[in-house]
């Protein structure tokens, strides 16, 4: 390919005009087949009344959106439940998911005997299924019979009840995931050069400000994708309400991604599933654009 | 999703749709079962055609699948012209699973259902009619048992076999009965004693019958007494739920009584009902007959098992079944649909072996025979089986028992009166009844 | 990095690694007790009749033949995270350092999937590894799972957050494109890079939804659906989950620890140590 040098806004190019779509190539092909097209194919089932296996499958247009906000309608009560379920459980975890992790990160970014087990612990339990760590709280936390409760004394209905329910869930899921975004932390702190940490020392700078001015800017790429990353993960929460709560009591902590599953995948309901899907697609990206504007990347 | 498999379970049953059956009709299995002249033997007991391998899929994971794997060898050794090579996956997996396999060409030959999923899958046009195997053989509703022989039909055709029944029993743990002075060879039979010696219990300090919120075993509880106090979950088209009424009610306060009461603890958890019983921590559970060699192996538990105490004012019992069914092939074969229904009908009359598997056989021959009385937790279950009730073959009926399932769980946990969690949950079953009519077609 | 005092640095980290690892130990007494004593209230601590029954239930069955599943684990997992290493670091260098009409766009609409929840891409899917005629195979484990966002999004922060003087001093020395992704970026990203193979393997070890709509025969399964088959339907055998849990966690958390070597490697990379 033909290179050319120049230098447009302050970038340093030296590309043929073929050559960022050929890096791009091997990776859209499988982008299209097997994301593109299916949620393409998603969002044209979600116009029908759509079953995979019956042959009738009759255009409802918009019907499926509109049941979603029909007070009268079967899914209509179930739906907002379990997505404000999905609403609670995230605005409760990532906060936590983003600070905790971050604090294990910086006290496990330095040298010092047995790091690499220590990491390997804090990242243990991410390494379980979900299926196990389910079944082992759930085991752990009965209210009746469970180790917790015959530690600290008392039945509290940590599965059974909310608000209790809640803090299972989230700090189940504090627990179990930390360890990914602690080590993504990690790989950040990386990337960030050691001549500024020696620059604000130089400067005079105390721990708090070489923190705060040289650790989060150098993290802010990084911190964005976590921070995407750990709404998304919470927002399709599903495997911890459904073994450990089971969306008890009642269907209060059935998630949103919970709710779907059993429409789609059980009653084979696709059609509704995927207008559902759909909808909290919406919610996220509305989230999502505000977080990237948050995080204003400048240096473009 | 990985989750606790047996959920599934209650998810997916059936009724409806003509239009299905025309789709799936023309690939129905004929009678090229060959009897051969003079023998005259009945159709679908022997096979003479070419060498076929067929495959069967089933969910027996626990401790039935050595049971069924044992039947199998023994019919490929006494029939060398059919290699029947068996699969196993977890009951939920397998749900997903063959639906999406038979869609594509990749489904088994043979497979188990439980008679709840049974109407589902024949209305979405997973499995094949089996009314020629029910007439060659010709097998009457009194060789099984009525209810759960009429289990298997669906919009006026039959598509499965029934194997096995694995009804709701009461367990009761001898030690704790002992304990608080009641006689543990006299398991309650009535609402009487069964109140008597809960009372008794109580005043020894032992809450001694752990009511559980969920499905398992809570949900199979309730409809147990709902049947008894003359209830029905659903009118008999299956377009209404009925289980708010009068007699739902009366079960479901039954169940919640016992947590006001200080008989059951407040909050159990799921399983936590069974651990409690192997704890020695409960007395009574309603559990299925797979609970049977669970408590097996316990080897210093004492415990017994009767039939359900009648509560109400008649006799009645949850129920499933396991069924045989045919699955729709991608290209019709003669000779691998005559293999599969001699493979049906030859296990089905050796389940005296199932039957040791901790189930009860289906068949009446062989509930009768001595074998299967000699077993005796199975056949003290077993007694059930004319009361016996089993859902509406409505497809998507699943749907709709969630809500049952959703309505036992906030009432067990007190967070709504018995009627109002049941209205709750009728007027949103009623709203999923006629969803489902309309995309069945029913 | 500054020094701190050793007693009160330890006891944190050790304090804190009991809450993460107490619920591990537990599962890992609870694999060699009878289901009976599992289950025992109070519970035993360590297990008084040691056994080692739930092993053998998961290994002594030839109908379940768990090291081939295990094989088939390994294969689909490093199948997938070798895949996404490679399409996604070269989509992702694009879209960080290069320009090019529709950049915004393009990196839009792959973030945009990102929220699509999953769950509505697999009957789709299942349609599409049909009609590609990879089902019941392990191609159709590795191949939708690299197509996802997450590693594009993941690489393209971690190449933004690269200093852009060695890419520069590169091109003033006439290196192109490639050259530059493949001699500068890639070596500079190894602790992205190890961490992303990490996730990616992991994600595919543990996936258990997608392989039980398009894995049939029980020499195709993987880990996750084949144990699955033995942890009894109705039964709450607990050592047998927990040994399985075991046997299908403890090769990848060693892969965790031999991967770490690379994301350390990283912090010496200018030449600048600690």
Same mark, same amino acid.
């Given at each position: 390919?033909?290179?050319?040098?120049?230098?447009?806004?302050?970038?340093?190019?030296?590309?043929?005009?073929?050559?960022?779509?050929?890096?791009?190539? !091997?990776?859209?092909?499988?982008?299209?087949?097997?994301?593109?097209?299916?949620?393409?194919?998603?969002?044209? $089932?979600?116009?029908?009344?759509?079953?995979?296996?019956?042959?009738?499958?009759?255009?409802?247009?918009?019907?499926?959106?509109?049941?979603?906000?029909?007070?009268?309608?079967?899914?209509?009560?179930?739906?907002?439940?379990?997505?404000?379920?999905?609403?609670?459980?995230?605005?409760?975890?990532? !906060?936590?998911?983003?600070?905790?992790?971050?604090? $294990?990160?910086?006290?496990?970014?330095?040298?010092?005997?047995?790091?690499?087990?220590?990491?390997?612990?804090?990242?243990? !339990?991410?390494?379980?299924?979900?299926?196990?760590?389910?079944?082992?709280?759930?085991?752990?936390?009965?209210?009746?019979?469970?180790?917790?409760?015959? *530690?600290?004394?008392?039945?509290?209905?940590?599965?059974?009840?909310?608000?209790?329910?809640?803090?299972?869930?989230?700090?189940?899921?504090?627990?179990?995931?930390?360890?990914?975004?602690?080590?993504?932390?990690?790989?950040?702190?990386?990337?960030?050069?050691?001549?500024?940490?020696?620059?604000?020392?130089?400067?005079?700078?105390?721990?708090?400000?070489?923190?705060?001015?040289?650790?989060? !800017?150098?993290?802010?790429?990084?911190?964005?994708?976590?921070?995407?990353?750990? $709404?998304?993960?919470?927002?399709?929460?599903?495997?911890?309400?459904?073994?450990?709560?089971?969306?008890?009591?009642?269907?209060?902590?059935?998630?949103?991604?919970?709710?779907?599953?059993?429409?789609?995948?059980?009653?084979?309901?696709?059609?509704?599933?995927?207008?559902?899907?759909?909808?909290?697609?919406?919610?996220?990206?509305?989230?999502?654009? *505000?977080?990237?504007?948050?995080?204003?990347?400048?240096?473009? | 999703?990985?989750?606790?498999?047996?959920?599934?379970?209650?998810?997916?049953?059936?009724?409806?749709?003509?239009?299905?059956?025309?789709?799936?009709?023309?690939?129905?299995?004929?009678?090229?079962?060959?009897?051969?002249?003079?023998?005259?033997?009945?159709?679908?007991?022997?096979?003479?055609?070419?060498?076929?391998?067929?495959?069967?899929?089933?969910?027996?994971?626990?401790?039935?699948?050595?049971?069924?794997?044992?039947?199998?060898?023994?019919?490929?050794?006494?029939?060398?012209?059919?290699?029947?090579?068996?699969?196993?996956?977890?009951?939920?997996?397998?749900?997903?699973?063959?639906?999406?396999?038979?869609?594509?060409?990749?489904?088994?030959?043979?497979?188990?259902? /439980?008679?709840?999923?049974?109407?589902?899958?024949?209305? &979405?046009?997973?499995?094949?009619?089996?009314?020629?195997?029910?007439?060659?053989?010709?097998?009457?509703?009194?060789?099984?048992?009525?209810?759960?022989?009429?289990?298997?039909?669906?919009?006026?055709? &039959?598509?499965? =076999?029934?194997?096995?029944? /694995?009804?709701?029993?009461?367990?009761?743990?001898?030690?704790?009965?002992?304990?608080?002075?009641?006689?543990?060879?006299?398991?309650?039979?009535?609402?009487?004693?069964?109140?008597?010696?809960?009372?008794?219990?109580? %005043?020894?300090?032992?809450?001694?019958?752990?009511?559980?919120?969920?499905?398992?075993?809570?949900?199979?509880?309730?409809? %147990?007494?709902?049947?008894?106090?003359?209830?029905?979950?659903?009118?008999?088209?299956?377009?209404?739920?009925?289980?708010?009424?009068?007699?739902?009610?009366?079960?479901?306060?039954?169940?919640?009584?016992?947590?006001?009461?200080?008989?059951?603890?407040?909050?159990?958890?799921?399983?936590?009902?069974?651990?409690?019983?192997?704890?020695?921590?409960?007395?009574?559970?309603?559990?299925?007959?797979?609970?049977?060699?669970?408590?097996?192996?316990?080897?210093?538990?004492?415990?017994?098992?009767?039939?359900?105490?009648?509560?109400?004012?008649?006799?009645?019992?949850?129920?499933? %079944?396991?069924?045989?069914?045919?699955?729709?092939?991608?290209?019709?074969?003669?000779?691998?649909?005559?293999?599969?229904?001699?493979?049906?009908?030859?296990?089905?009359?050796?389940?005296?072996?199932?039957?040791?598997?901790?189930?009860?056989?289906? &068949?009446?021959?062989?509930?009768?025979?001595?074998?299967?009385?000699?077993?005796?937790?199975? %056949?003290? =279950?077993?007694?059930?089986?004319?009361?016996? /009730?089993?859902?509406?073959?409505?497809?998507? =009926?699943?749907?709709?028992?969630?809500?049952?399932?959703?309505?036992?769980?906030?009432?067990?946990?007190? &967070?709504?009166?018995?009627?109002?969690?049941?209205?709750?949950?009728?007027?949103?079953?009623?709203?999923?009844?006629?969803?489902?009519?309309?995309?069945?077609?029913? | @990095?500054?020094?701190?005092?050793?007693?009160?640095?330890?006891?944190?980290?050790?304090?804190?690694? +009991?809450? +993460?690892?107490?619920?591990?130990?537990?599962?890992?007494?609870?694999?060699?007790?009878?289901?009976? #004593?599992?289950?025992?209230?109070?519970?035993?601590?360590?297990?008084?009749?040691?056994?080692?029954?739930?092993?053998?239930?998961? @290994?002594?069955?030839?109908?379940?033949?768990?090291?081939?599943?295990?094989?088939?684990?390994?294969?689909?997992?490093?199948?997938?995270?070798?895949?996404?290493?490679?399409?996604?670091?070269?989509?992702?260098?694009?879209?960080?350092?290069?320009?090019?009409?529709?950049?915004?766009?393009?990196?839009?609409?792959?973030?945009?999937?990102?929220?699509?929840?999953?769950?509505?891409?697999?009957?789709?899917?299942?349609?599409?590894?049909?009609?590609?005629? @990879?089902?019941?195979?392990?191609?159709?484990?590795?191949?939708?799972?690299?197509?996802?966002?997450?590693?594009?999004?993941?690489?393209?922060?971690?190449?933004?957050?690269?200093?852009?003087?060695?890419? #520069?001093?590169?091109?003033?020395?006439?290196?192109?494109?490639?050259?530059?992704?493949?001699?500068?970026?890639?070596?500079?990203?190894?602790?992205?890079?190890?961490?992303?193979?990490?996730?990616? +393997?992991?994600?595919?070890?543990?996936?258990?939804?997608?392989?039980?709509?398009?894995?049939?025969?029980?020499?195709?399964?993987?880990?996750?659906?084949?144990?699955?088959?033995?942890?009894?339907?109705?039964?709450?055998?607990?050592?047998?989950?927990?040994?399985?849990?075991?046997?299908?966690?403890?090769?990848?958390?060693?892969?965790?620890?031999?991967?770490?070597?690379?994301?350390?490697?990283?912090?010496?990379?200018?030449?600048?140590?600690?």
């Amino acid at each position: 390919m033909a290179a050319e040098t120049a230098a447009t806004g302050g970038q340093v190019r030296r590309t043929g005009p073929a050559t960022p779509y050929l890096f791009l190539l !091997p990776y859209f092909v499988v982008f299209t087949t097997f994301v593109l097209v299916p949620a393409v194919y998603g969002l044209w $089932i979600s116009l029908h009344d759509w079953d995979y296996l019956l042959p009738g499958k009759p255009f409802v247009g918009l019907d499926n959106y509109k049941a979603l906000f029909d007070p009268g309608s079967a899914v209509y009560s179930f739906w907002w439940e379990s997505l404000s379920a999905t609403g609670i459980f995230t605005v409760l975890s990532v !906060p936590l998911l983003l600070v905790i992790p971050l604090l $294990i990160a910086l006290l496990l970014n330095r040298r010092f005997k047995g790091r690499t087990l220590f990491r390997a612990i804090y990242f243990a !339990p991410y390494v379980l299924g979900v299926a196990v760590i389910g079944v082992l709280w759930r085991f752990l936390l009965d209210p009746n019979l469970g180790v917790v409760n015959a *530690i600290i004394g008392g039945s509290t209905p940590w599965t059974t009840a909310v608000p209790w329910a809640w803090v299972t869930l989230v700090g189940v899921t504090v627990w179990w995931t930390l360890g990914f975004n602690a080590v993504i932390y990690l790989a950040g702190l990386q990337d960030i050069p050691r001549e500024l940490y020696e620059a604000a020392r130089i400067d005079g700078g105390g721990k708090w400000s070489e923190f705060r001015h040289v650790t989060l !800017p150098g993290l802010r790429p990084v911190l964005l994708f976590i921070t995407v990353n750990t $709404i998304l993960v919470s927002a399709n929460m599903f495997g911890q309400s459904y073994l450990i709560t089971q969306g008890a009591p009642g269907t209060e902590t059935r998630t949103a991604i919970m709710y779907i599953a059993q429409v789609g995948l059980a009653d084979y309901k696709m059609g509704s599933a995927a207008a559902m899907s759909y909808l909290l697609t919406a919610c996220l990206l509305v989230i999502s654009v *505000i977080v990237f504007r948050m995080f204003r990347e400048k240096d473009k | 999703m990985n989750l606790s498999r047996r959920h599934v379970m209650g998810l997916g049953v059936g009724a409806g749709s003509a239009v299905l059956l025309s789709a799936c009709g023309d690939s129905g299995p004929n009678e090229k079962v060959t009897g051969g002249g003079q023998n005259a033997a009945p159709a679908a007991t022997s096979y003479d055609g070419p060498n076929v391998a067929l495959a069967f899929w089933n969910g027996f994971t626990g401790g039935d699948g050595p049971f069924m794997k044992k039947l199998v060898d023994q019919f490929n050794t006494e029939h060398p012209n059919i290699k029947v090579s068996m699969n196993t996956y977890q009951w939920a997996d397998y749900y997903q699973k063959t639906p999406a396999a038979v869609a594509t060409g990749n489904g088994p030959d043979v497979g188990i259902m /439980h008679v709840d999923h049974v109407s589902t899958n024949a209305a &979405r046009g997973v499995i094949l009619p089996l009314e020629d195997l029910a007439k060659a053989l010709n097998f009457k509703a009194e060789d099984f048992s009525p209810p759960v022989w009429n289990a298997g039909v669906y919009n006026n055709t &039959r598509y499965s =076999i029934p194997l096995d029944v /694995h009804p709701l029993g009461f367990f009761y743990n001898k030690g704790v009965m002992e304990k608080a002075g009641l006689d543990p060879e006299k398991p309650p039979t009535t609402n009487d004693e069964y109140q008597a010696a809960l009372e008794t219990m109580k %005043s020894k300090g032992i809450q001694g019958d752990w009511v559980t919120p969920f499905e398992f075993t809570g949900s199979m509880q309730f409809q %147990s007494l709902l049947w008894q106090f003359g209830g029905q979950l659903f009118d008999e088209a299956a377009t209404k739920a009925t289980f708010g009424e009068q007699a739902g009610v009366q079960a479901l306060t039954w169940m919640t009584d016992h947590v006001k009461n200080g008989y059951s603890p407040k909050n159990v958890a799921q399983d936590a009902d069974i651990v409690a019983f192997r704890n020695s921590k409960n007395a009574f559970n309603w559990n299925g007959i797979w609970t049977i060699n669970t408590l097996k192996e316990d080897k210093n538990l004492q415990w017994g098992v009767a039939p359900l105490p009648q509560i109400g004012t008649q006799k009645a019992a949850w129920a499933g %079944s396991h069924q045989f069914v045919q699955f729709k092939p991608k290209a019709k074969d003669d000779n691998k649909l005559a293999a599969g229904k001699v493979f049906i009908n030859w296990i089905s009359q050796h389940s005296i072996e199932w039957a040791r598997g901790g189930q009860v056989p289906a &068949r009446a021959e062989i509930r009768d025979s001595a074998e299967f009385k000699a077993l005796p937790e199975q %056949s003290a =279950i077993g007694t059930q089986i004319d009361y016996l /009730h089993f859902l509406p073959p409505k497809p998507g =009926i699943a749907d709709a028992m969630a809500t049952v399932v959703t309505a036992i769980n906030e009432a067990v946990l007190g &967070r709504k009166e018995p009627a109002k969690a049941l209205a709750d949950g009728a007027a949103k079953a009623d709203q999923l009844l006629e969803q489902n009519a309309k995309k069945y077609g029913g | @990095m500054s020094r701190v005092r050793p007693v009160a640095w330890y006891t944190i980290l050790i304090g804190l690694s +009991f809450v +993460f690892i107490a619920p591990l130990i537990w599962m890992l007494l609870t694999a060699f007790k009878t289901s009976g #004593e599992a289950t025992r209230v109070p519970p035993t601590v360590f297990p008084q009749e040691p056994t080692t029954g739930a092993f053998d239930t998961l @290994m002594g069955n030839d109908q379940t033949p768990v090291l081939r599943w295990f094989l088939n684990s390994v294969l689909a997992a490093t199948g997938q995270a070798l895949l996404v290493l490679a399409v996604a670091s070269m989509a992702a260098y694009a879209l960080a350092r290069l320009e090019f009409r529709f950049k915004r766009l393009i990196f839009g609409m792959i973030i945009a999937t990102l929220f699509i929840p999953s769950f509505v891409l697999i009957i789709p899917n299942f349609l599409i590894v049909d009609r590609l005629g @990879m089902l019941d195979t392990l191609w159709a484990l590795v191949l939708p799972g690299a197509a996802g966002a997450f590693g594009v999004f993941f690489l393209r922060q971690f190449f933004l957050s690269l200093p852009r003087e060695l890419e #520069e001093a590169a091109v003033l020395e006439g290196a192109n494109s490639w050259q530059i992704f493949t001699k500068v970026v890639l070596p500079l990203s190894k602790p992205a890079l190890a961490t992303l193979a990490v996730i990616s +393997f992991l994600t595919n070890w543990n996936d258990f939804i997608w392989p039980i709509y398009v894995l049939f025969s029980p020499e195709v399964l993987t880990l996750p659906p084949g144990l699955d088959i033995l942890q009894g339907a109705y039964t709450i055998n607990y050592p047998v989950i927990m040994a399985g849990a075991l046997v299908a966690s403890v090769p990848v958390l060693l892969l965790f620890m031999v991967a770490q070597r690379y994301v350390i490697e990283g912090v010496s990379r200018s030449g600048l140590k600690g």
